[in-house]
């Protein structure tokens, strides 16, 4: 059983800063990609940010140029770096990581004020 844990949610004011991790439970190499997903109030759960296990990247277009998602191999920890963030990013976010098979985090909640 593949176990995802975030950490570093929070409140921040409106472009401040946030960077998210998220560490599995198995080596990055078994899953074929990892990123995070977000579900703000009342709206669906979208992606945000995804690293293949090949390095390739892929950005909703709401966050390109503020977000950024990178890893660190030897933790099998994924991370989302958020700069300039709008109350708009306001949501809870999910840890994603796919072999095969989705796994998924419990969430965790950043809330960006005015």
């Known amino acids: 059983q593949v176990q995802l844990m975030e950490s570093g949610g929070g409140s921040v004011q409106a472009g401040g800063s946030l960077r998210l991790s998220c560490a599995a439970s198995?080596?990055?190499?078994?899953?074929?990609?990892m990123g995070w997903y977000r579900q703000p109030p009342g709206k669906q759960r979208n992606l945000v940010a995804l690293?293949?296990?090949?390095?390739?990247?892929n950005y909703d277009d709401a966050v390109k140029g503020r977000f950024t998602i990178s890893r660190d191999n030897a933790k099998n920890t994924v991370y989302l770096q958020m700069n300039s963030l709008k109350p708009e990013d306001t949501a809870v976010y999910y840890c994603y990581a796919n072999s095969g098979v989705n796994y998924w985090g419990p969430g965790t909640q950043v809330t960006v004020s005015e």
């Open positions: 198995r080596s990055w190499v078994s899953f074929n990609a």
């Open positions: 690293l293949t296990r090949e390095g390739r990247t």
